[in-house]
């Protein structure tokens, strides 16, 4: 699994392996003062995301350096990358093709890139390339752009330049730890993360008195890709008898982009804060992962207030679903769901749901990872023939899968190979070592079982080879039967009837 960044969503990547299919060569209509213009060409629909390297000649196919590849973005199988090159002015204005080819194991695609291509289309379409200081740091290009972009397009690119995008900043407080109070102070660091352009003001208020002393604030710049984004902080120290009053409350405004961001903390009686959210994970469900293949993560919170903010959920610290405030207005009980596939699931990503709330000082987060240990090993499968019976009394099949590893399993039933209507239960895995056992049973009507039905047990588990994918024992009323079955696996008082 990969995963990038654009334009404020993140998207995991992870696909079969496929030869792109369409690829288009972009010109700047224009340049500035220096030598030198930017070309460009745009590939679209190959997998995996990091399978596609460009290659750039000159009209005498010499290979040509002064190159930038992007990273890829898209979705499973249909990913999108873009690569410039830098030319000579002269070069480009007396019309010699520059050839742009993109390719991996699957197969590879080529354009040509000349000025007078540029002047036969009537369409525009503009392509913004994102400047500071006449220096390229990013293409970005809007979703409808790509939606044009088929075979047989008539239509030119035109590069515009202008200001890096406006990013809106994250922004938390936290509150002084009982370490900190015990010092006599309370101190609070107000936080605002990856926002661009860098002007911004922070403000404090204690009980909705604005604070001007004992304050500090600072600032760092980092890369996200080729944008600048920035974070800073502001830090206030109180003393504790201020901030340990009952009801004591403190609020940091963060001011950017014309919008004020604001956090609070609530002091109650023992000093600490007051919040009342609660926050857990609903992993999909074994079916989901280990039949079908694909599931559905949960994030659910609740509180006492309907104050909600912002809710996430991260795959390995890459957002992969969100939603804002507008989105909970007035619940008090929010979930967000987010699709993963079984790979994901499977090689041990941290999934991590964090959640804003006005209530709280500082973001408050709980993770789910599907555990991983030793070597995955195959379950042996029986399915046990019911016991003599008196005629008319129902009985019980069941299906006894041992010594696996991981204790992941799904077990279903078949009835002449069709999904039965009966209700089946499976037990907690019970674990031997490093290696679980389950049994899962059924209840059928004598009648049912005297017809002649075959039914099957179905079982699903990792280390099943993927081209079986499962492991199946059946049975009817013809085979030979046990008087006695004595099954014994140490079951937990909560799986014993």
């Known amino acids: 699994m990969y995963a990038i960044s654009l334009k404020g969503y993140t998207i995991l990547l992870y696909s079969q392996e496929s030869a792109p299919k369409s690829i288009f060569g972009l010109s700047q209509c224009s340049s500035d003062s220096s030598e030198f213009l930017t070309i460009g060409c745009v590939t679209r629909g190959f997998s995996p995301a990091d399978s596609l390297t460009f290659k750039w ?41 520059y050839t742009c080819e993109a390719k991996n194991s699957k197969g590879a695609l080529e354009a040509t890139i000349v000025k007078k291509a540029v002047v036969l289309y009537q369409n525009l379409m503009t392509v913004h390339v994102y400047t500071t200081e006449k220096h390229i740091i990013g293409l970005f290009f809007q979703k409808y752009f790509f939606s044009d972009l088929m075979p047989g397009n008539t239509t030119a690119y035109k590069i515009s330049f202008s200001p890096p995008p406006d990013q809106p900043a994250t922004v938390y407080l936290t509150a002084p730890t009982e370490k900190d109070l ?17 002007t911004y003001s922070f403000k404090w208020f204690k009980d909705e008195n604005q604070l001007t002393n004992a304050i500090n604030t600072f600032d760092t710049s980092e890369k996200n890709g080729s944008v600048t984004l920035y974070s800073a902080t502001s ?39 007051c919040n009342n959210v609660a926050v857990n994970i609903v992993p999909p469900s074994l079916e989901d992962m280990l039949k079908n293949r694909e599931g559905t993560l949960m994030c659910k919170a609740s509180g006492e207030s309907a104050e909600f903010t912002k809710i996430e959920i991260k795959a390995n610290n890459f957002i992969i679903k969100e939603a804002s405030e507008e989105h909970f207005k007035n619940k008090l009980k929010v979930a967000l769901e987010a699709p993963i596939g079984y790979e994901e699931w499977s090689n041990g990503t941290v999934f991590t749901c964090t959640v804003e709330h006005k209530k709280l000082s500082q973001p408050m987060e709980t993770t789910f990872t599907r555990e991983n240990g030793a070597s995955p090993k195959r379950p042996s499968v029986y399915l046990l023939a019911p016991p003599e019976h008196k005629e008319g009394e129902t009985m019980t099949l069941t299906c006894y899968v041992k010594d696996f590893y991981p204790k992941e ?45 075959v039914y099957s047990c179905v079982v699903y588990h990792e280390s099943i080879d993927e081209k079986m994918r499962v492991l199946t024992r059946s049975i009817d009323d013809n085979m030979e039967r046990p008087g006695v079955i004595n099954l014994s696996m140490n079951t937990p008082a909560s799986c014993k009837e």
């Open 57 to 97: 000649t000159d009209s005498a196919n010499k290979p040509l350096t002064d190159i930038v590849q992007y990273p890829a973005f898209g979705s499973a199988g249909d990913y999108t990358t873009i690569s410039h090159l830098r030319v000579k002015k002269s070069d480009w204005t007396s019309q010699k093709p």
């Open 182 to 198: 015990e010092n006599g102070t309370a101190t609070f660091l107000c936080l605002a993360q990856k926002f661009s352009p860098k």
């Open 235 to 273: 830090i206030l120290q109180i003393s504790a008898e201020e901030w340990t009053k009952p009801g004591a409350k403190i609020k940091c405004e963060f001011d950017h982009l014309k919008e004020k961001k604001v956090r609070e903390a609530v002091s109650t009686d023992n000093g600490e804060e």
């Open 409 to 453: 399993v799904f077990v279903s039933w078949l009835a002449d190979d069709e999904p039965v209507n009966l209700k089946s239960q499976t037990s907690l895995p019970v674990q031997n070592d490093i290696y679980f056992s389950v049994y899962s049973q059924i209840t059928v009507s004598n009648s049912d079982w005297k017809s002649g039905i």
